[in-house]
């Protein structure tokens, strides 16, 4: 079985920058948006992306290099690469991702500190589901599997 032939490779990291970038900025964009209307409109200006300062490229590189292969071989293993099938797999994406963040904040809070807040956590998780959500499907959306 020959998963992968050279122009898919790619058409799959292009796709996957391009998907990684619009998700960061599209929620971003609303995440500003929700922030001017709740908060002092005099305040500094909206961030560029849903990610924290000063990582924003590392996540960009992550989603182009990291999770568009990890996509492709699901894309390819399926026969198909479309929206509905993105949405499947960034929602699985974030889900896991989610959990595994939330148990590692929970047993560093029993260590530390009981008091420590959950809901930062909680609208930061809530943010990259979506974000990740955004990239499967636009991910699926733009890559195109090859026939077989």
């Known amino acids: 079985m020959d998963f992968f032939?050279?122009?898919s490779w790619l058409l799959l990291l292009w796709c996957g920058f391009a998907a990684s970038l619009a998700s960061e900025w599209i929620v971003?964009?609303?995440r500003a948006i929700?922030?001017?209307?709740?908060?002092?409109?005099?305040?500094a200006g909206p961030r560029l992306l849903s990610t924290p300062r000063g990582s924003a490229p590392i996540?960009?590189?992550?989603?182009?290099l990291v999770s568009a292969p990890v996509y492709g071989l699901a894309f390819e293993s399926w026969q198909r690469a479309d929206l509905t099938a993105g949405?499947?797999?960034g929602a699985?994406?974030?889900v896991m991702a989610g959990l595994i963040v939330l148990v590692?904040?929970?047993?560093?809070?029993?260590?530390?500190?009981r008091l420590t807040p959950l809901r930062p956590l909680a609208a930061f998780r809530v943010r990259r589901l979506v974000t990740r959500v955004l990239y499967g499907a636009l991910l699926g959306f733009l890559y195109v599997v090859p026939p077989a």
């Open 87 to 89: 949405l499947i797999l």
């Open 104 to 113: 590692a904040f929970l047993r560093r809070r029993r260590k530390d500190n």
């Open 28 to 30: 971003a964009t609303a």
């Open 59 to 64: 996540a960009v590189l992550a989603g182009t």
């Open 5 to 7: 032939q050279a122009p």
């Open 34 to 43: 929700i922030d001017r209307r709740r908060h002092d409109p005099h305040r």
């Open 92 to 94: 699985i994406h974030g």
